[in-house]
Structure formats: C-alpha cells, structure tokens
C-alpha cells in the first residue's frame, strides 16, 4: 500500500463525482497491506449509505491523513494505557493494537446493542470491557461511565478517549476525579 499515515490518523472518504466527504478514522495498522475504515451507516447519512452500496473494485476518493491523535507508545514515560471507546470510536484503538501489538492496555467499549458490537478479534479478550447500555450479554451493564466509576485506575495511566462528545466530557471528568492528570488525557471526539 502507498498511502502512509500514522496510527490515529482519519481520511476524508468521498465517492467520485459527489459534493459530500466524511471523516472516518483509520482501523487498519500502519504496517497491513490496505487501508480500512469502519463505516457505520446512518440513516439518512449523505457518505455512508453511498459507501455500503459500493461494489467490490468501485473507486473511492480518499483524502488524508489528518489529525493530531497520533500514536506511539515509545513518547510515553508510563506504558500503561487506558483506551475508551463508544461506537466507532474503537477505530483508532484498532490501528493502535494493529500497529503496537505488545501494548500493556485494556480497552472499555460502549455501545447499546450487542449487534452494535465491532469485532474484538485484534484485541487480546481479557483486555476488553465491552459494555452494553440497551442489552444482555456483554461485560458489564450499563455505560462506559457507569464501568469507569468502579474501576480504580492509576493515575499514571494514558488515557485516550473516542467517541461522542458527551461520554467524552463524563469520562474526562472520571478520571481526573480519579486522579489522573489533565496531561494523561487524550481525546478524539466524533460528531
């Protein structure tokens, strides 16, 4: 693949010939063959009921990267990290495991439903909460702030966050009343 970008990065998708692009995060590592995204379709959506009905082989404009949510865990003092996701949120975490395969993390994933559920395959099991909001059958009931509230967490961890804003100012207010440093949190907010 010619296309470099580092871990953390998004792409700008548009389909040839339209008007409307959107951002999705790179979920492929930086060293796999290809170039992938997670696409979640929204109803209505002006990018991404177009990309479902693309056929294997179709073109796509891809403009990028972008983005300051870089990874590389060697900048770190502490090498304990904490990811939390909701959504599609768990893309940038996906190229950060891809990429950095030996990472010492554990990563809490939200979403509502069971189905909403992106794989988990990259991701070492006991490293993973999934939290379901809506649904039996994950790790823990509830939201990926209620779960924070029962865990002790060290203040040295990095925390890096994705997703929507409003779990992103909960979860961020958590952890610093947890005592984790302003300075140990990043944060990628999806709209």
Known sequence: ????FQT??????KIPGSLENRE?????????????????EVEGGKVSGKLKKLKPGEEIDVNGP??????????????KFLFVATGTGISPFH???RTFPELDYKLVHG??????AYEHFDFQKEKVTLCLSGDEGGDFYGR??????TQKIDPETNCFL????EMIYDVFDILTGKGVPVANIYSEVYF
């Open 95 to 97: 190229s950060f495991v």
């Open 111 to 116: 979403v509502r439903l069971k189905e909403e």
């Open 1 to 4: 693949m010619n296309f470099q």
């Open 66 to 79: 972008f983005g300051f949510f870089k990874f590389n865990p060697e900048k770190y003092s502490s090498k």
């Open 162 to 165: 994705c997703g929507n804003s």
């Open 8 to 13: 953390g990065q998004f792409v700008m998708l």
């Open 24 to 40: 999705y995060s790179v979920y492929s590592g930086e060293n796999d063959d290809f170039l992938e995204v997670l696409v979640r």
């Open 144 to 149: 990926v702030t209620d779960f924070l509230f």
